[in-house]
């Protein structure tokens, strides 16, 4: 099974009432929550049930392994418009309408786990699937400067590698 939890998202976590053609969608946007400890699940359960912010993401994948849903293919996340950090190279290119946004859970500080890896890699198999235009892979922090995910922004080296991995299975 590759969601091991599914709960849609409240309203303000994506553009409410509209659904996107999923061949606009090019690109895959990796974040990180930002936790140590966090999970698929309780992020699931938060977005659906607590969120107070415009923000969101389609998927989120925990250090155990586990993939949670949270806001359908077809609908636009709340998660890379932010530009109050600054431009990346992907700012004029990438977005909330033409990418899909998959947040890593409990990497604060660290890579991922080979769990989160290997969840992470069916995933995106999963996005290209049913998106078939998919052709990019990029950090948050190639659209806006922000420094997510923090751990593949201050260690350039193992993003490349990590990069390199993902896009395997996209092209």
């Known amino acids: 099974m590759l969601f091991n939890y599914k709960r849609h998202a409240k309203r303000n976590s994506y553009k409410y009432g509209y659904k996107r053609d999923k061949d606009d969608i090019i690109g895959i946007v990796i974040h990180y929550t930002g936790g ?34 949270s806001v359908n293919l077809n609908e636009v996340a709340w998660s890379v418009g932010d530009s109050a950090n600054g431009h990346g190279v992907y700012y004029n ?17 660290r890579k991922i786990s080979d769990a989160q890896k290997e969840k992470l890699i069916s995933v995106i198999k999963y996005v290209k699937k049913h998106c078939p235009n998919v052709k990019y892979i990029v950090r948050h922090y190639d659209i806006t400067t922000k420094c997510c995910p923090e751990y593949y922004v201050t260690h350039k080296d193992a993003w490349q590698q990590l ?3 993902l896009l395997q299975y996209i092209n």
């Open 93 to 109: 290119t990438l977005n909330n309408s033409n990418t899909v946004s998959i947040e890593l859970c409990a990497i604060a500080g």
């Open 36 to 69: 140590t400890k966090d999970t698929a699940k309780n992020e699931c359960d938060y977005f659906a049930t607590g969120n107070t912010r415009s923000a969101g993401a389609h998927i989120f994948v925990d250090y155990e392994g586990k993939a949670g849903k």
């Open 163 to 165: 990069q390199k991995e």
